[in-house]
DNA sequence: CATGAATGAGCATTCATTCAT
DNA sequence: CATGAATGAATGCTCATTCAT
């Protein structure tokens, strides 16, 4: 008598999430260049070896971490938008920058890896797969500005891109302490930016 | 009998200079993460060993390039701004992008080393210096919005480092692909947002 | 209730066979160092771990291939004799060249295994036995030249291993591509040496 | 004041030979497969990285050693001709078959490396050198057969190859062990394989 | 001041083999 | 019997740094 395949494949499953998981915290640890195979083996409580039984290569095991961490954006964008009544694009951009802010590694890895020129070797396929995740937020950010009035229908992505544009450079800026060292707050820059955005939808409207 | 000591330091001035050049050039080429000492050596013309007379470090190494980076970005912005007769805020933020995005590795260079709290190695005082750096690019960008009417001398600075952190997001974006494989443009998001700095300004004025 | 053990048996032999067969493919395929038991177990259909129900160590794979192979060859140069009126001698050394000519792995096999010092790990009666089938062939191809009236039936076998000697120098020469870089041609040498072998038997008979 | 370069550049050599030396050694003992770099640099007194200082890759090591191994060879070809006075092409081969007896590895080396389809990365160049220093050793011994009348000019080059054939099967068959498990003496065949070569002299001349 | 040989730790990856299930 | 996860040692190679010359 077999073993249930769906037990089999539930585990497999959960021993990847515990490398993943090993794989984050050494990232967030040393940086991505600084992780090694090893080190994050010995993390997950695994030798060398047995981490190519998850994953076949170094960078598929990056890709997936990168996959978990864009679903996981996605996820807590649009929980920050559903809380809110009104200002919904503005409470996205906000969920955009928590979401970075708060974790040691997850933007390092998204602009390392997610289709830069440098560390190629993903697939294509994942490549695609991976920047559609990214396309899904802006997308829902658009329509949170197309919803606030804050930009008709085909303008939203623009916008919405260029805000994102904003809150990433916040976060480059930050996260590489320059903005501290210009004598400059993060969350004093985001109130000016956001209100601005609003601002602007107020003169629109006046016209 | 001793050689004078200005000329002495002025030749070991000028040898770094070799080195860093030499370095700069293969940053562009292999990305940073792919020079190695060697191939810097090689290529400034001299053994691997000899570098270490000029460099204690290969970040010491670093930093000289990052500072010679920056000096260079500082007068092109300057430049850039001196050109032109209206908009300079403008002019100096295009000054901005245009810098980064024309040189393969600066940008990475800057953000990789500067400040940050992963590639340490950087000494206090050198940290300072290269923050100064920076700032002086900063506070030249907020004259000029001062100038052009945008901003009250007061806010010009947070104004600054605002719109300077939209230029650094959009090469973020744009060097790591992400721009492209969202369906943007780097020169028309450039466009748009320059051209939002003007229109709050007479949005300003109006009132 | 217990199966017939014949039967078992029977079917473990089959499985066997299986496995060996897939070696074999793998082992032309990649050649014999390149072949993991991994992709041996694959091709067969069975997963890594089942192979050492059936053979107990890589070598012992590698022994049964070889075994496999010389029983064929016997086969073979036997065939190839029985097909031929005249010179069998000629005809046998001929299928020999074909045998090993045609099959990618099997020359490279028999000569890394087989009783060299270098990969032990066959037992001694086993090395016993691949000697006996190898001795085999050598029997047959002496009775040959002695049919032919090529030796006298004392000195037969000592030609035959001299003739095969040739043959296995041959293979080792076409197979390394050294004959070609002499710009030598393998048949060419193949016919004059055979009509070598029937000059000298008109000799002796003309004394 | 510098170091002559030429004692400088000897010092290198002697160096790569020490290195090669060792090679050899391990070679000898676990086979060519069977020889890892560390090993080597063990054996010759260096750390692993240090032998990478004198050879860019195993790969070019195993060339140095075999382009060593083919040089000797030929000497001692050309010298074991040398010493003769008649037989000449019959001493060759005789040269030819100590050489490669009295040397373990050797022979494995030739028949591995050199223009073999498996291990290739040799480069083109260094395939074609090696190539043609075997082809002066058979060109050597094309000579001899042509002096002693065995052959005539325009043959003596194929006798020359089979001739080699032979001998190199010989080889094969004693290294692996097999002629002795055959119950034949490799001595007694190459005296009856070399006094053939002659006999067929006589026969030729008295037609 | 410059050389370049040498170090030694580090890297991603492979693989025969074992063993709990 | 069969599975496939896990082991652990091994491999070729790279690289920042040191130091005798």
Chains 1, 2, 3, 4 share one sequence.
């Not at 329509?143 to 008709?152: I, K, N, Q, R, S």
């Amino acid at each position: 008598m077999e073993v249930e395949p769906d037990r089999q494949e539930s585990v497999r499953l959960f021993k990847r999430r515990l490398i993943r998981d090993a794989a984050k915290r050494i990232f967030s640890e040393k940086g991505i260049g600084g992780a090694s195979v090893r080190e994050i083996a010995k993390a997950a409580g695994y030798t060398t070896g047995a981490i190519y039984t998850y994953f076949a290569t170094k960078e598929e095991l990056y890709a997936d971490v990168l996959r978990d961490s864009l679903d996981a954006l996605h996820d807590e964008v649009v929980a920050a938008t559903a809380a809110a009544t009104a200002d919904r694009a503005a409470a996205a951009l906000r969920g955009l920058w928590t979401f970075y802010d708060s974790r040691r590694s997850d933007f390092e890895l998204g602009f390392y890896l997610y289709g830069g020129a440098r560390p190629v070797g993903l697939t294509p396929e994942l490549n695609r797969e991976l920047n559609g995740l990214l396309d899904r937020v802006m997308d829902h950010i658009a329509g949170c500005l197309a919803d606030d009035g804050l930009a008709e229908p085909e303008h939203a992505h623009h916008l919405a891109v260029s805000a994102a544009t904003w809150v990433f450079g916040l976060l480059l800026m930050t996260k590489t302490g320059r903005l501290r060292s210009l004598g400059e707050d993060a969350e004093a820059q985001l109130d000016t930016y956001l209100s601005t955005l609003t601002t602007r939808n107020e003169t629109r409207k006046q016209r």
